[in-house]
């Protein structure tokens, strides 16, 4: 409402002065948008005329044209979205890969060994590629609960060139001391880090 009665004001103070008729007519037509843009003038028929005291003869009848013209009325938009056609599986006409390779090829290769394969990427540091779960276990089973043991391994291993050098030491110290089963998933595992640590 504020901007409609500074509309009305401001179209006052123009008939007031005697300005342009384009002036009036632009300031008419703002003060009709903003008629429309409130709620309670809404309901209001389209045909609306208003009389402002003191206009001369001329502004009353262009404010009374530009009031009169009917208000545009906003015209929803249809938006047709278009269906598209409903796709059917398409079925493979020759047998696929999974299907034709023989039985025993697939027994040959055991998970572990193919686990094996999938988890040789290299590893730069032993000490940052073991988790804490897997470190405690390692500590708790292999290193009979003695964290220093553990960690004095580790850098150990971490300080050899090869691979070889590293598997003799791990065999003729870890393996001995700690009385370790290789047939054990746990050294498996251990062994598994060392290999990734100089692939």
Not at 46 to 72: C, H, K, R, T, Y
Not at 118 to 141: C, M, Q, R, V
Not at 145 to 174: M, P, R
Request: hydrophobic residues 45%; aromatic residues 6%.
């Amino acid at each position: 409402m504020e901007r409609v009665a500074a509309l009305v004001e401001k179209l006052t103070t123009q008939l007031a002065e005697k300005e342009d008729k384009s002036q009036l007519k632009q300031t008419a037509v703002q003060l009709l948008a903003a008629l429309s843009e409130t709620d309670q003038f809404n309901n209001l028929p389209n045909n609306v005329s208003v009389m402002i005291p003191g206009a001369s003869e001329d502004g009353a009848e262009l404010i009374a044209e530009v009031i009169d013209s009917p208000i545009p009325q906003i015209q929803p938009i249809e938006v047709r979205i278009p269906s598209l056609p409903k796709l059917e599986p398409v079925e493979p006409k020759s047998p696929t890969i999974a299907t034709s390779i023989p039985v025993e090829i697939n027994a040959t290769i055991s998970s572990t060994e193919l686990q094996e394969k999938l988890a040789l990427e290299p590893i730069k540091d032993l000490k940052s590629a073991i988790g804490i779960n897997d470190k405690f276990l390692f500590i708790a089973t292999l290193f009979n609960a003695d964290e220093k043991a553990f960690e004095q391994a580790i850098k150990t291993i971490n300080g050899f060139q090869i691979y070889a050098e590293a598997q003799f030491w791990i065999k003729s110290n870890l393996r001995e001391q700690n009385k370790w089963d290789e047939t054990t998933e746990i050294v498996k595992a251990f062994d598994l880090l060392v290999k990734r640590r100089f692939a």
